[in-house]
C-alpha cells in the first residue's frame, strides 16, 4: 500500500509522506494556483530539492492528505514551527488540484490536524498565517474555530499589488468548548 491511514476522517486521511510522489509535489509547487496562496511563487521546485526536504520531513510532523474513496494524493498539510516547551506550533496545508478544492477537504484536514495537535502532540495555541486575499482560506480557518490576533500590513507583494500577512490561532480550550458544543 502507498499510503497508510494514520488520521483518518470522512473524506480523506493523512498519511506519512511518499517518496513516490515527488513529481506530484514538484507539480504543484510549481503551479502558480497553488504557490500564491502558499507564499512560494517566487521559488522553483525541483524533483533533487523535492526529494531533499521530503527526506529531511521524515522526523516532523508533514503528512500527505489522501482522498478516502479511491486513495488519491490530494495535498499536504502539518504542523511546523513546533515549541514543545511551550506548547505552540504553526499549521499549513494546501490542495493541490483546482478540481479538488471547495468540497469541504481542507476543513476537514484542519479538524484532523487540531485535534491530533491538541489531544495528542498536547500542543496549546495552533497558529496560522494566511494573506488577506485568501478569502477561501480565511473562511475555512474561521469555521474550524480560528480567530485572528493580528495582521502584518502590506507584507506580502504578489502580482502587483501589496496584501497583508493575517495571523489567525486556535487555543485548546477554545477547541475543545466547540467539541463539547457539538455534543
Same mark, same amino acid.
Given at each position: 500500500?502507498?499510503?497508510?491511514?494514520?488520521?483518518?476522517?470522512?473524506?480523506?486521511?493523512?498519511?506519512?509522506?511518499?517518496?513516490?510522489?515527488? #513529481?506530484?509535489?514538484?507539480?504543484?509547487?510549481?503551479?502558480?494556483?497553488?504557490?500564491?496562496?502558499?507564499?512560494?511563487?517566487?521559488? %522553483?521546485?525541483?524533483?533533487?530539492? #523535492?526529494? #531533499?526536504? %521530503?527526506?529531511?520531513? #521524515?522526523?516532523?510532523?508533514?503528512?500527505?492528505?489522501?482522498?478516502?474513496?479511491?486513495?488519491?494524493? %490530494?495535498?499536504?498539510?502539518?504542523?511546523?514551527?513546533?515549541?514543545?516547551?511551550?506548547?505552540?506550533?504553526?499549521?499549513?496545508?494546501?490542495?493541490?488540484?483546482?478540481?479538488?478544492?471547495?468540497?469541504?477537504?481542507?476543513?476537514?484536514?484542519?479538524?484532523?490536524?487540531?485535534?491530533?495537535?491538541?489531544?495528542?502532540?498536547?500542543?496549546?495555541?495552533?497558529?496560522?498565517?494566511?494573506?488577506?486575499?485568501?478569502?477561501?482560506?480565511?473562511?475555512?480557518?474561521?469555521?474550524?474555530?480560528?480567530?485572528?490576533?493580528?495582521?502584518?500590513?502590506?507584507?506580502?507583494?504578489?502580482?502587483?499589488?501589496?496584501?497583508?500577512?493575517?495571523?489567525?490561532?486556535?487555543?485548546?480550550?477554545?477547541?475543545?468548548?466547540?467539541?463539547?458544543?457539538?455534543?
Amino acid at each position: 500500500m502507498k499510503y497508510f491511514k494514520k488520521l483518518v476522517g470522512k473524506q480523506v486521511y493523512l498519511s506519512p509522506m511518499n517518496v513516490e510522489d515527488i #513529481e506530484t509535489y514538484v507539480k504543484w509547487l510549481n503551479d502558480f494556483s497553488v504557490t500564491d496562496g502558499i507564499g512560494t511563487s517566487d521559488k %522553483i521546485t525541483t524533483v533533487a530539492g #523535492e526529494k #531533499e526536504w %521530503i527526506s529531511k520531513s #521524515e522526523n516532523q510532523y508533514q503528512l500527505a492528505i489522501v482522498r478516502l474513496e479511491d486513495d488519491m494524493l %490530494i495535498g499536504n498539510c502539518g504542523f511546523h514551527e513546533i515549541d514543545h516547551l511551550r506548547q505552540c506550533a504553526e499549521v499549513g496545508l494546501f490542495i493541490g488540484e483546482e478540481e479538488d478544492r471547495n468540497k469541504g477537504y481542507g476543513q476537514e484536514v484542519l479538524d484532523l490536524l487540531l485535534d491530533y495537535g491538541f489531544n495528542c502532540l498536547n500542543f496549546n495555541n495552533i497558529m496560522l498565517k494566511v494573506f488577506s486575499f485568501n478569502e477561501r482560506a480565511i473562511n475555512c480557518y474561521k469555521k474550524a474555530g480560528f480567530k485572528e490576533i493580528g495582521r502584518r500590513r502590506q507584507s506580502h507583494y504578489l502580482k502587483g499589488k501589496f496584501h497583508d500577512n493575517v495571523f489567525m490561532d486556535i487555543l485548546k480550550e477554545e477547541y475543545n468548548k466547540a467539541c463539547s458544543d457539538l455534543n
